[in-house]
């Protein structure tokens, strides 16, 4: 059996060992790279479901863009190749040839998706352009966390055309509540919401807006970015467009991406000892069913009761855990380790009385339920489960996030303990730069104007912005 | 408008004029690499749910393996390297330095997939081990052509891993069952399935089963493959396990994949001088509804019924044409060259009478139907549609499809004129090399024994093969 290390007292190590442990990933012979198994590839897969449903329903196409970019391309943008360049993985060699032009692996999309719109706008009418596509990308990183940061990584990027900057910066504002609402919604995990500083935005983008997340560790994480490109990337790739007044004007720009490092975010904010607790809405399995019996006789009296069960959760993600080399212990512990919500134990005796016991995976609540209300309990606590993640994680952000007045004084505490500040900024780079001290970095200006002083050289503030130590 | 190249006369620009008049495809900058466009993103997309739930139904499990492998893995399968080294994309820098060891884009991912196995697998217990990816792959093409052959493409590839030769066998041929029945179901494409030759099989194993379709030109298409790789790779990358015996031996693997090429294939089986003719199951739109009114009053009493038909025709996937700057007209060869199986009119006094035309695809044939037999009607339109496409791509297939005794007579007919034949073959590698000469292929070998002679020396034949030129 494998065992954790505390999570308390080393949440890093913690993490490395439960996403083995729980069999989510393995190792491969590149570096930064890894194997997503089924078990977590399975929670990709549900959140996809759920994102592709609502990117189509808010009026995108999906669609299919090369993996390979030509060099020339990331150059054409000047932030944009600065930003990425140190990332890129380049093809030299091809079909047993030194290729006349390198190619690189796509680090993101831009590039090569707008030399698309160049050819295919011409017009008002053909816009807005709303596309997405779901890929996998590659940048090349120095340290890599399964999750985390990886060299190969999955994700959807939306990348839109519109007539004006108003509608674009629509389309960034109704993307970024889609986000929103899906990771408090599905992965049941609070978020502070924001705009990225002009260092910590995308290389390339006018604005960038950043859904944030704070880990147990205090650390902050970001969960997606929404960015409005303006009229940059569609000047250097010649995106022209007769408007309605018929003169030639360059389109509004958007594009915003979620990848596989919010399963990583998942497995943090709501795992524990035992191991994953997964949010219901995205669990591969639901409801495990351990049966419990020490005989033939037992056994069958306890199967005799399959179909009721697979009829009654017919809604729910289900399996049946029949491995007869291991104790019904062995199997708790299991399944307590890959965080199925509702572990479903039916022994002879509750066989007879036509009733089985639903356990809590957050809680380790039992609750002995007859079999009429089984269909509606699991409902119920499946649901209940979902809220009660997101309120505990709510409640573990707030005791990690402090409002500070000086970096001086906060600084040291943010870079020995955990937790995240909020904070004033004049909006000098100068003074962002000072959080480096503590390593740390503005993580997104806020909405609010709690705090009327710079965190750093004390002039007025702008308005209030989350610093604190990232992933 | 665009007009389509003489589809008899001319049928290869006809492909071409098609499939970027009906917006599926468009040309990038990278040699080979076309993008995909949503509309035949959606047919991969629905292609993907019916295949997906296929494996996942079949006892298989989805996960995601690196897009890049170490040089060195390709190297251990003798056949493997032999087979793949001259299409591969090499990355040699990353990160802004030179590799030390590069990296190849996956061509396919036998040697990663397999170096995870042997860390997976220790026991008979691990076994069978059957796993699954939807991946892009990069094979470097010198002629490519959208959808048949192009540099980077999309498939799925299994990976199976048993205890048995027989189980791995069964495996085989059960993935091999499953093809055929979407490619005939739901493609509604008519197939010749059969063992492919030595020089024909996939490089590394042991035997590749095709299933191989004509195209009205008389080549033969390769829709996919189902592959008995034995103990090769398992020997090459010392995936071992303790069998029942208590012995150390190696699993019996296998592989089986299929591409976005189907989609080149359905274009060319159905399409017509009009565009492409979709089969129902994979059609992004099934029904697509084209008012027609001449002013606002008009309009508005046709419009007064989308409610009734969206709720009429919610099971199927539907779109409203509502472009007010074409006319019905237009509207009719836009979604005729997208090959939308079924088009439903509405005028004013159709709209009156409660009734809609509904206009067959294939056959242009005009329906009048009573509001109250919408939803079964076109329930059994789209039903007929599928067969009947089915049942005409049989027909052209057998005009195609010829039995020939001796390559020196069918040879020169086969290299001039469209056709494919069904002749006798010893066995012999020299035998088969023949065939080039007329720019022709084995196909398959097929369980029949109909010709008692080899086409090319005369010997006995051990088995029935068709030959073909091929895409």
């Not at 290390?5 to 930064?32: C, H, M, P």
């Not at 090349?140 to 940061?149: A, D, I, N, T």
């Not at 969960?223 to 990337?233: G, I, R, V």
């Not at 209300?373 to 997101?390: A, I, R, W």
Request: glycine letters at 6%.
């Amino acid at each position: 059996m494998n065992k954790l290390s505390n999570i308390e007292k080393d949440f890093a190590q913690w993490y490395q060992d439960v996403i083995y442990a729980a069999e989510l990933v393995d190792e491969t012979s590149v570096r930064g790279c890894y194997v997503i198994r089924p078990y977590a590839w399975k929670m990709w897969e549900l959140i996809q479901a759920y994102l592709d449903a609502r990117i189509k329903e808010t009026g995108h196409q999906n669609a299919a863009f090369p993996l390979l970019i030509p060099e020339s391309f990331i150059k054409r943008e000047a932030e944009h190749v600065e930003g990425f360049s140190p990332e890129l993985a380049v093809v030299t060699m091809a079909g047993g040839k030194k290729l006349e032009e390198p190619l690189v692996i796509r680090p993101t999309s831009e590039t090569t998706i707008h030399h698309s719109f160049s050819r295919w706008i011409k017009s008002w009418r053909d816009l807005p352009l709303k596309i997405n596509q779901w890929a996998n990308v590659v940048r090349w990183e120095m340290r890599s966390r399964p999750f985390l940061r990886t060299t190969e990584f999955f994700w959807q990027e939306g990348h839109t055309a519109h007539e004006t900057k108003q509608e674009a910066e629509t389309e960034v504002q109704l993307m970024l509540n889609e986000y929103v609402s899906f990771i408090q919604g599905q992965l049941a995990i609070p978020v502070i919401i924001g705009q990225k500083t002009e260092v910590e935005k995308f290389a390339g983008a006018e604005k960038t807006y950043a859904v944030e997340a704070i880990m147990p560790d205090g650390k902050s994480l970001q969960m997606c970015t929404s960015h409005l490109l303006s009229q940059n990337f569609a000047k250097a790739f010649n995106i022209t467009f007769q408007d309605r007044g018929k003169t030639q004007s360059y389109p509004y720009l958007t594009s915003w991406g979620i990848t596989t490092r919010v399963i990583g975010a998942t497995i943090m904010v709501h795992g524990d000892q035992k191991g994953l607790i997964i949010p219901p809405a995205i669990a591969p399995i639901q409801v495990v069913v351990v049966p419990i019996y020490k005989n033939d006789d037992e056994k069958d009296a306890v199967q005799a009761h399959y179909d009721f069960i697979k009829t009654a959760l017919a809604d729910f993600r289900i399996s049946f855990d029949e491995d007869m080399s291991k104790t019904p212990g062995a199997k708790f512990y299991h399944w307590e380790l890959r965080g199925v919500p509702i572990r479903l134990e039916i022994g002879k005796r509750d066989a007879d009385k036509e009733q089985v016991v639903l356990v809590n995976r957050l809680t380790g609540e039992k609750n002995i339920v007859p079999f009429d209300k089984l269909s509606t309990t699991v409902k119920m606590l499946l649901e209940k489960l979902q809220k009660d993640l997101y309120q505990r994680a709510h409640e573990k952000m707030d005791k990690l996030v402090f409002v500070g007045e000086k970096l001086s004084e906060f600084g040291p505490k943010m870079a020995d303990e955990a937790g995240a500040y909020i904070t004033g900024w004049c909006g000098d780079p100068a003074c962002e730069q000072e959080l480096k001290k503590y390593k740390a970095f503005t993580r997104c200006l806020l909405e609010t104007h709690k705090l009327s002083q710079c965190m750093c050289c004390g002039k007025s503030s702008k308005r209030d912005v989350l610093v604190a130590k990232s992933y």
